[in-house]
């Protein structure tokens, strides 16, 4: 495993850029999976996407409790509600933004063992998943915020 560099900058094009769907699941799909979540333990953050790592590959981490949920290729299958969600991105240090999020989220994807699965996701989960999807559409949650803070 190998701690990556987060993009820092949301000029970066690699930000900005669509990513591509993972065809097949393989050790190298293992080895970005599991650098990315050395990447995102030792960033703090509780989310990355494969291109804030500056690969386009339809990647995800989420942080659950104590645990990290490794998506590949995930679509937002159905969301439900709204909730204001106030988050920050590992790609933007200082800056915050006042989201609308939806409150509840179920979320398509493949596991690790390229076997499709559904995750259901409510509130704080649910906004940090689609936060990661939006990502891989080029997507930053400055984007979206109905109001930016800056920390500084």
């Not at 560099?5 to 970066?12: E, G, K, T, V, W």
């Not at 900005?16 to 960033?43: G, W």
């Given at each position: 495993?190998a701690?990556?560099?987060?993009?820092?900058?949301p000029?970066?094009?690699?930000l900005?850029r669509?990513?591509?769907?993972?065809?097949?699941?393989?050790?190298n799909?293992?080895?970005?999976?599991e650098?990315?979540?050395?990447?995102?333990?030792?960033a703090?953050?509780?989310?990355?996407a494969?291109?804030?790592i500056?690969?386009l590959s339809?990647?995800?981490?989420?942080?659950?409790?104590?645990?990290?949920i490794?998506?590949?290729?995930?679509?937002?299958?159905?969301?439900?509600?709204?909730?204001?969600?106030?988050?920050?991105?590992l790609?933007l240090?200082?800056?915050?933004?006042?989201?609308?999020r939806?409150?509840?989220a179920?979320?398509?994807?493949?596991?690790t063992?390229g076997?499709?699965?559904?995750i259901?996701?409510v509130?704080?989960?649910?906004?940090?998943?689609?936060?990661?999807?939006?990502?891989?559409?080029?997507i930053?949650?400055?984007?979206?915020a109905?109001?930016?803070i800056?920390?500084g």
């Amino acid at each position: 495993m190998a701690v990556r560099d987060i993009i820092m900058d949301p000029a970066d094009k690699a930000l900005r850029r669509k990513a591509e769907s993972v065809d097949r699941v393989d050790k190298n799909v293992l080895k970005l999976l599991e650098d990315m979540t050395e990447t995102l333990q030792n960033a703090g953050g509780n989310g990355l996407a494969a291109p804030q790592i500056g690969v386009l590959s339809r990647l995800i981490i989420v942080k659950k409790e104590m645990k990290y949920i490794k998506l590949i290729n995930p679509v937002l299958v159905k969301s439900a509600g709204e909730q204001i969600s106030f988050e920050g991105c590992l790609s933007l240090p200082g800056i915050y933004g006042v989201i609308r999020r939806p409150e509840f989220a179920v979320i398509g994807a493949l596991d690790t063992e390229g076997k499709p699965f559904e995750i259901k996701a409510v509130r704080h989960l649910a906004a940090a998943f689609v936060h990661e999807i939006d990502h891989l559409d080029g997507i930053l949650m400055i984007d979206k915020a109905v109001r930016i803070i800056s920390g500084g």
